[in-house]
């Protein structure tokens, strides 16, 4: 008996010590299955209250069974939120470590409140409790469900989202809750909060949300005060954005044209923005955001609403910008105020309001610029450029430049930052980036990209036409003048005098670059390059590329794709090119550089070959002539074999399956080199050098097989490619046509023919990839 009693006392034991994690197994199984309980609530409040202390729940279980009791349809709802406001306490610690903690992996053992409230089906219960109004026959949300009880259940909502892993996945798998979510933005009391946890949860869900389908979009987007509208695009650019695909080999042209060829129709990043352009007043809202001055922000509500954005804002860097330019203005007055007393009793948001507000409106700026970038680079290009001339987007922000943009700062504030405009940085750093980066796209190949200037600098454009005897451009002629930057200087020009004070080592100088490069893209304007030479544009690189001992693989590519459009076909750049590299050091200095990477120079190396077929058909020219003859670079060119040494590596450092659009430009230039060739009647002399090659090497077919599989990729990628044809017959100044027919002689059956890279191929070493481009 004694025995049995020992053997029951272990038995029930073991049970007991296992019937917490058996409810865990038994709640998490029916999650997965959608078997047997639908929520924790559902257990017996006395078997809860009983494993909650050696289960270390927190009293949240039998908190969450309250909630649900007391939340009933009809019932008085004040109770409901009492007990949402002690678990809401109990969560929000949790979350606000994991914002200042780097967002480390969440985990259970790391947010177990948490994962107990999500576990016990919290999340599911405060849906229900936010979407019970839309489930009944009334019009209007009851008066019981107050503003306060919403905010709550969002602000639980977003906590668990962010620290409990598949929380925000499984709400975003529910396509009516993130509709509903749509309709709460309508009340300005829990706009911010509705924002906040819509912006997480379309960050993950799989399928892009189609705009369209939001009720009563464009009467929701017209409500919308200049702030609401200005967080509001933070989830715009979910919806307008094309996905990163996240792997580098989907990213190759290869993969891009297939996907292509399979979703012949817009995709729906294409369509949502299409349904943003026919909101009305949605363009000219923005550009009044984008270009509003500091002052003209301070509303009656601005300092509560800063308390909003600074209790909701997840990223900890921008924290402690605020803070820091917080710190930084009270120093600052410190040591200028002779009464210290007076200022250090006077209320901080008397003492600091100006440094908040200016991160307040950078932080605005940074999301409403994003999206025009992203509209400006999509299908509607066009009619996105005349609402952004018309309602003066680029004066307005030439005017804020100096005051707000790219403002004085100490060396301290100098940081050195990455290419990825997804990084993780400080408003001010991501604020010029998207500056940069919507100037960029502005000005690519646009006729509005005159609107950079004032009038002053359109009149020089146009004297340095009359004297150089050349016509206008008909952009230039066509500018409306009412639409272009005020003031002494233009937008162009500012870019230019902060670009050459920029240390050696900052980042911005690629995108500085970027933006300076995309005004002279196009069609070759020899005054648009002349307005740039006088300002010591070509100066300032080749001191970047040889004196300023800069390393960045991404800066040197801008400025040697910069330093293309600069100099070609222009007689007076290379003139300038040759009074800077004046001795045989600094050319091998410049020549080291370019040999280093040809993925990263070729775009120069083509402008340079370009330049020098033109310039030998001007030997009348006595200018002309003596820079051919004294020009360090013009002369290495000349010599043939240095010309194949470039066509040697660049055919062998490319092949079909690598191709992307940053090195697709490297088959481009091998083809201008054989286009000019062909021209010359040099072009089997070139192949047999190709051929020659190979022997040399021992990889007999080895080129000229990749060479051809290039080309035949070429054809069905630009054949089919409007805007990268015409970019190439701008660009290069030869027809499109030539370029198609250089093609076609180069991949000619005929083994016969001498222009044909087959006939250069022995046929034991012949491996043309057949299969390599199929469908």
Sequence with gaps: ??????????????????????????????????????????????????????????????????????????????????FLKVLSSQLSMEAMSFVTEDRKTAQESTFPNTYTFDLFGGVDLL??????????????????????????????????????????????????????????????????????????????????IQLDGIPDLSDLVQSFDQQQLANFCRILSVTISEPDIGNDDKHTLLAKNVQQKRNASPSRAEVNQVTLLNIPEFIERLCKLATRKVSEATGANFLQELEDWYTWLDNALVLDALMQMATEEAEQSNTESSDESSLATSPLRHRLPQSM?????IMYKVEVLYVLCVLLMGRQRNQVHKMLAEFRLIPGLNNLFDKLIWRKYTASNHVVHGQNENCDCSPEISFKIQFLRLLQSFSDHHENKYLLLNNQELNELSAISMKANIPEVEALVNTDRS??????????????????????????????????????????SYADQMFLLKRGLLEHILFCIIDSGCTSRDVLQSYFDLLGELMKFNIDAFKRFNKYVNTPEKFQSFLTQINSSLVDSNMLVRCIVLSLDRFESQTEDVKVMEVLSECFLLSYVARVENRLSFLFRLVNIINVQTLTQENVSCLNTSLVILMLARRKAKLPFYLNALREKEYTEKYPGCLLNNFHNLLRFWQRHYLNKDKDSTCLENSSCIPFSYWKETVSVLLGSDRTSRCAIVSYIDEPFVDLDRDLLED
């Design 357 to 361: 507000k200016i991160v307040h409106e």
């Design 483 to 524: 639409l272009v930057c005020d003031g002494k200087k233009g937008l162009l020009t500012r870019l230019l005098t902060v670009m050459k004070r920029e240390p050696h080592d900052s980042s911005f100088r690629f995108w500085q670059a970027r933006a300076v490069e995309s005004f002279l893209r196009g069609a070759t």
């Design 127 to 208: 849906v229900e409790i936010l979407m019970r109004p839309t489930l009944t026959m009334q019009k209007k949300m009851p008066k019981t469900v107050n503003d306060d009880l919403v905010k709550d259940c969002l602000s639980v909502l977003y906590n668990c989202c962010i620290c409990t892993e598949g929380v925000t996945k499984s709400l975003a798998a529910r396509d009516d809750f993130v509709l509903f979510l749509f309709t709460l933005m309508t009340n300005k009391k829990t706009f911010l909060q509705t924002a906040t946890l819509i912006e997480d949860i379309l960050g993950v869900k799989k399928e892009m």
């Design 1 to 82: 008996m004694a025995t049995f009693v020992k053997s029951e006392f272990i038995y029930t034991g073991r049970k007991r010590r296992n019937s917490n994690s058996n409810i865990v197994t038994k709640l998490t199984t029916s999650k997965i299955t959608g078997k047997g309980f639908s929520r924790g609530t559902q257990l017996p409040g006395g078997l809860l209250l009983e494993r909650d202390k050696r289960a270390k729940w927190h009293g949240i279980p039998v908190l969450l069974q309250k909630l649900y009791e007391s939340s009933h349809p009809n019932s008085d709802l004040s109770h409901a939120h009492s």
